[in-house]
């Protein structure tokens, strides 16, 4: 076997640079929630990934690399040709890392597994056709694909309904999460330690454990964790808590004391409101911002009360009459306008809006001597309905009918309402309490994506090494431990290098996320994944999670997860497979021709 020395060379070295994309790629998954609900930093995600990354590479990724290196194909079919396989191998590893870099550079969350699959079968189907393939398995493979977004999303729902009515909308909502908190852990820990110590891992003994003493180990050591939480971490957050509420309500009460010298009374029914300095909301979305600046044009010239994220107006509008030229004509046609009104020039009339009507058919001729009434219009006290006609000397110009008319911005259908995105933010001391819980579930998410998806990038190149060392394709012994470390440190590289860009479309850009939202999303994702890498089936960990995020958001408000990204990402997972399969065919063909 000296002669294929070099094939084992290059393709550690490309299985080095696929764990590397892997790495930029699909650890996105168990922290790109976190870094989206500023629960942890880019940095601090990284470095909590690196430990628990490489923690799952080791511990659990043995089972799930068997399956990627003798499962997806039928390694007997290379029996006295197996330097086939390893060429095979390394065609594979090409064909997956290619795409895995053009995917990450496009900021495109593909699953890895799908990519690995793909270029297995492609190899496989040049060097020894169909029969080559264990479809059955790949069917199976396939299916996982299917539910493991489905079963992802229905599982975190569970989750963050549980959250939800326990919880979140309580009205001692901090209080109630306190009590929840043993559990919580108790939960994590042992789903977690149950994954570790059932894996059987014959490299750290765990196959020499009875199933009764993973069942002790796992739930011992979960309760033994819950009780340490309520008696040590529960009293320490309730002061947390405590003192950071003490805080806010100091700063408002001072907030307060500062504002009452310049309070100014609320305008009487019908009287003439002038302009106020807005107060602006630091989180005010981007459409409510389109429509303030435009409100903000007009009312420089024009009374108009604007308070906080309100503003205070008849459901009515100010339109043209007469302009005095042409070009203040242009100009009102043009003005971008709020849904239930715009202000126009002074010599207009008030009339109710059309949230639907654009400028130029707001604009009218009204009869000389008078104007024509659309909708109802005080007049000296009266109010003149549709068709008929109000004298000028009568017409309140400029008045705001009614105090009591305040409507919020965001329940407007303004014309940008398609990008407008509802926000729910938790409570201050509910965040402060999941944060600690997302942290948890952040580092286990990364144990299982460690587990599940080191796989992907050496079990090609656990092939290579274990044929070149044994001579045969059997490959009767066990996933060498070093060759997982080796995978996992390629991981935390990508990582750190590139692994920002699909962490901000995996935690920011698919849909807000929050830190009570955040916790279910990461726990029902691993939970989901954890169970998969012991049965010993590849799912995609980018499936779990994405359809994890598209669920709770979904679940939160329709309009908050971005459909459009959503789509692009499924189209993307389409043709990963395809894609990843013919690079891979065609480097094993060339190789073929070449050698």
Not at 306 to 316: F, L, P, R, T
Not at 389 to 416: F, R
Request: overall charge negative; aromatic content about 10%; charged content about 15%.
């Amino acid at each position: 076997m000296e002669d294929v020395l070099w094939a084992v060379v290059v393709g550690f070295i490309i299985a080095f640079i696929l764990a590397f994309a892997v790495g930029a790629n699909d650890v996105a998954n168990s922290v790109g929630t976190s870094v989206g609900a500023k629960v942890l930093t880019l940095r601090q995600a990284c470095i909590l990934a690196s430990v628990f990354e490489l923690l799952g590479a080791v511990l659990i990724g043995a089972r799930v690399s068997d399956t990627i290196r003798k499962g997806i194909v039928d390694v007997n079919v290379y029996n006295g040709t197996e330097e086939l396989l390893m060429f095979g191998n390394v065609a594979a590893l090409s064909g997956s890392g290619i795409w895995l870099l053009v995917a990450t550079f496009f900021r495109l969350p593909v699953s890895t597994t799908h990519s690995i699959v793909g270029a297995t079968i492609g190899f496989t189907l040049v060097a020894a056709g169909t029969n080559g393939v264990n479809w059955s398995k790949v069917g199976l493979i396939i299916g996982s694909w299917v539910i493991s977004p489905i079963m992802s999303g229905l599982i975190t729902s569970v989750f963050f309904k549980f959250v939800e009515f326990f919880i979140l909308k309580k009205d001692n909502a901090a209080e109630r999460g306190l009590k929840f908190l043993p559990g919580f852990y108790a939960f994590t820990l042992i789903i977690n330690l149950f994954s570790i110590f059932y894996t059987r891992t014959p490299l750290l003994g765990f196959d020499k454990i009875p199933l009764y003493g993973v069942f002790i180990l796992s739930f011992g050591g979960g309760l033994l964790t819950g009780l340490m939480v309520w008696l040590f971490v529960v009293p320490w957050m309730r002061r947390k808590i405590q003192d950071m509420c003490g805080e806010e309500k100091n700063l408002v009460d001072s907030e307060h004391d500062r504002s009452k010298p310049h309070a100014r009374p609320e305008p009487p029914d019908g009287s003439f409101v002038q302009k106020i300095q807005e107060e602006s909301k630091a989180n005010m979305s981007q459409s409510q911002s389109m429509w303030r600046q435009s409100i903000e044009h007009f009312a420089n010239a024009f009374p108009i009360t604007i308070i906080g994220n309100s503003v205070k107006y008849d459901k009515a509008q100010i339109i043209n009459e007469k302009a005095d030229s042409k070009d203040e004509e242009e100009n009102l046609k043009n003005a971008a306008s709020p849904p239930n009104g715009v202000i126009a020039p002074e010599n207009g009339i008030i009339v109710p809006a059309d949230a639907n009507m654009n400028a130029k058919e707001k604009s009218y001729s009204p009869e000389a001597n008078g104007h024509i009434c659309n909708g109802d219009v005080v007049t000296n006290g009266d109010v003149v309905s549709n068709g008929d006609i109000a004298s000028k000397e009568d017409t309140h110009y400029g008045t705001l009918l009614s105090k009591d008319v305040e409507e919020k911005l965001e329940d407007h259908e303004d014309p940008t309402s398609h990008l407008h995105i509802e926000e729910t933010k938790d409570r201050p001391e509910v965040g402060k309490l999941f944060q600690f819980l997302q942290v948890l579930t952040a580092g286990f998410g990364a144990f299982a994506h460690g587990g599940n998806d080191v796989s992907n990038a050496i079990g090609p190149v656990v092939a290579l090494w274990l044929v070149y060392q044994e001579g045969s394709v059997a490959q009767k012994s066990a996933t060498p431990l070093w060759i997982l470390a080796y995978g996992g440190a390629g991981m935390i590289i990508g990582l750190w290098v590139w692994g920002r860009r699909v962490i901000k479309t995996i935690g920011e850009d698919l849909t807000a996320i929050t830190p009570s939202s955040g916790f279910t999303i990461e726990i029902g994702a691993a939970t989901t994944v954890l169970i998969a890498s012991n049965i010993g089936i590849p799912i995609s960990t980018t499936h779990c999670k994405v359809g994890s995020i598209v669920f709770v958001g979904w679940l939160r408000s329709k309009a908050s997860v971005d459909w459009k990204l959503f789509r692009n990402i499924v189209f993307a997972w389409i043709i990963t497979l395809p894609v990843a399969g013919g690079v891979s065919a065609g480097i094993m063909a060339l190789l073929r021709l070449a050698l």
